[in-house]
């Protein structure tokens, strides 16, 4: 299986910050890497696909880049409703796997 | 409107059974591939399984922690994709999501436009 290596597993910023979290594939998984964000009592809200796409409704100031095995996830200016803990995803191959998560808090 | 709601969580003994229903509205469970994931205190999220879409053979996988306990299927015509759950231990407590995804022949499309609110599993003695 594909390990997901996702740091840091906490943040603390202030509103205004950007805010950087990245995830490392233990192998090439190409562009297969989405990004999800949890908050308390809700379910996944699915953010990013293939990397860098915004799903419809997600503020253009959420961002991804990367390929291969190194992936970032960027919020370029952390808004109190951004408070929540954000997981990777890679999907190929089978199975999925999560990276641990990176819990965001504001300063 | 999509709309996907699961049930039939509740609290259990290790080694008992339980299944999970999502009820769906708003579109055909057969032409989209389904997929459950769970988030565990131990964790986090962490992807149980799917099963393809009619067109891609309606066929399973599961991930490793879960092979040969728990079971995907799904009735068509009542719109419900369900999660057999046997031989439940502690570590399979959590809230459990279902997914629409969607569908990509064999592989994963990854893809999972919309979840359910999820329902809570907990397996203790």
């Known amino acids: 299986d594909i390990q997901m290596t996702q740091s840091p597993s906490s943040l603390s910023a202030s509103v205004g910050d950007r805010v950087t979290i990245t995830c490392q594939a233990s192998h090439d998984i190409g562009n297969s890497l989405n990004w999800y964000q949890v908050k308390p009592g809700k379910a996944p809200k699915f953010l990013i696909y293939d990397v860098n796409n915004l799903r419809p409704g997600v503020p253009l100031r959420f961002s991804g880049s990367g390929s291969g095995t190194d992936f970032t996830l960027t919020i370029s200016s952390l808004q109190p409703e951004d408070i929540a803990t954000y997981y990777c995803l890679q999907y190929d191959p089978l199975p999925p796997t999560f990276g641990q998560g990176t819990k965001l808090e504001i300063k | 409107e999509v709309i996907l709601e699961e049930s039939g969580g509740d609290w259990v003994q290790p080694g008992r059974s339980l299944r999970l229903s999502c009820t769906t509205s708003?579109?055909?469970?057969?032409?989209?591939?389904m997929s459950w994931f769970r988030q565990t205190p131990g964790k986090g999220l962490e992807w149980v399984g799917f099963?393809?879409?009619?067109?891609?053979?309606?066929?399973?996988e599961n991930a490793a922690s879960v092979k040969g306990r728990f079971t995907i299927s799904r009735d068509e015509s009542k719109s419900i994709v369900y999660l057999e759950m046997k031989s439940l231990k502690s570590e399979d407590t959590g809230v459990y999501y279902c997914?629409?995804?969607?569908?990509?022949?064999?592989?994963?499309?990854?893809?999972?436009?919309?979840w359910g609110p999820g329902t809570q599993v907990s397996v203790s003695s």
């Open positions: 997914t629409r995804d969607l569908p990509a022949g064999d592989v994963w499309s990854g893809y999972t436009d919309y």
């Open positions: 708003g579109f055909n469970i057969a032409d989209y591939a």
């Open positions: 099963i393809r879409s009619r067109g891609y053979g309606g066929t399973t």
